[in-house]
């Protein structure tokens, strides 16, 4: 142990945050007091708590933090803040679409997966590979049958006009009958009977007595009538129509190029087919890194929200307030300023003859504030020192304790001492 003779001998806070933000604003809200503590704010296990996705219980759709729950959970953290409705809307926005994902595809992964296999898996009848199979050898031969057709009727040459036959037959009937039945009734006097002739139409004679008495004869006729008519007639039309476009036509080779461009987009479709059994096997993996995907969309926007948000990564004392709200603030600038009170770090210029190795206990003894009283003693370990052009002189920065048992602060930022009743021990 030796004593060393300070030359300069003081403190300053061992840590030290000029808080500022991630992203440039107005500043919205302001929480921060000076003189007020400052409380620890633990990032990287909140930031581990967001990274996990916690759903909530029974809905493992519905993601726990939304923007409402990142502000209840940081609001007695928050020192200021910036006006971020946009932020805010975005990390819900992007909830809701986690949660729509999550419903229409991940939560029944398994059957999903199922179908995707039965439809697109090429071991399977009647799956989309072997259709594509079957429509490309429908292709080939419908080509090749109007390919022998063209060449069978020699119809390879360029067609100038086009002809339209119609042929037409038109045939009627009808016909008509008809009867009728007559009954006709004739009085006719007479004076003798015997002249009467008698009719040949079946006509029947009745003898009548008239109020005079004299002899008449009532003739009855009776007759019946028919008639029938029929008739039929046929008609028969034949047209030809030449039609003479612009555009001349070759449809030999337009089956020939029909049969190309349906040849490429099979082709398209079975490499899509062939790159999607790719990951057949695999769905499952698939999926997962699918929706960690869009987990990780969510987490950026959540990190974007957080950054809105001033909290100390240190507890300590807000020292210092260089904003307020309304005022613009550019990334990076500072703040908010909190110093920790429950270690400090005593500067000191030493006169001490030996060497000072790092790790060195440096106690201080002194009567604080020239205060009368039992003298009050702090230690801690060196863990900077460097030696000056003067002989024996030393600059050496110890780290100590600064609460007492109560646990309030023993020294206050940038306490210089007093050498008259300070003394320096190093051991």
Known sequence: MGTAKPVDLHDRAAQIAHLCFETGGILGELNAELGAEAPHFNFSAFYGILGSMPTIPGHPARLTFDFPKIQADTQKYTLASLRAETNKTAVNKAVNARANAFYAKYANAPAVIARMNSDFSPTITGSKPNRLDILSSLSEQQMDMLRKAYLADGRTDVVRSTESCLHSVLSSSQGAATSGFTDD???????????????????????????????????????????????????????????????????????????????????????????????????????????????????????????????????????????????????????????????????????????????????????????????????????????????????????????????????????????????????
Not at 224 to 242: K, L, N
Not at 362 to 389: E, H, N
Not at 406 to 420: C, Q, R
Request: aromatic fraction near 8%.
């Open 185 to 427: 009734k004739d009085v006719t006097g007479t004076t003798t009977a015997p002249k009467i002739d008698a009719p040949q139409d079946h006509t029947k004679i009745i003898d009548v007595t008239n109020p005079s008495g004299d002899p008449v004869q009532e003739t009855v006729r009776m007759g019946y009538d028919e008639h029938q008519t029929q008739g039929w007639s046929r008609g028969m039309d034949d047209q030809t129509i030449v039609n003479t476009d612009y555009g001349y036509r070759v449809p030999y080779l337009e089956n020939l190029a029909q049969f190309e461009r349906a040849q490429v987009s099979l082709i398209d479709e079975q490499f899509a087919q062939f790159m999607t059994g790719q990951n057949l096997p695999y769905l499952a993996a698939v999926y997962q890194n699918e929706l960690q995907m869009i987990d990780s969309d969510v987490f950026r926007t959540q990190i974007a929200y957080l950054n809105t948000i001033l909290m100390s990564p240190i507890p300590g004392i807000v020292t210092g307030i260089y904003k307020h709200p309304g005022d613009p603030v550019q990334p990076g600038e500072p703040v908010v300023r909190v110093e920790s009170n429950g270690e400090v770090l005593v500067i000191a210029t030493i006169v001490y003859r030996g060497p000072i190795t790092l790790g060195a206990t440096f106690t201080v003894t002194t009567q604080l504030f020239d205060v009368a009283g039992p003298p009050t003693t702090i230690t801690g370990p060196i863990i900077s020192v460097r030696g000056k052009r003067e002989d024996d002189h030393w600059e050496v920065i110890a780290r100590c304790g600064n609460l007492d048992a109560g646990g309030n602060p023993i020294l206050p930022f940038g306490y210089h001492f007093d050498f008259d009743d300070t003394t320096v021990t190093i051991s």
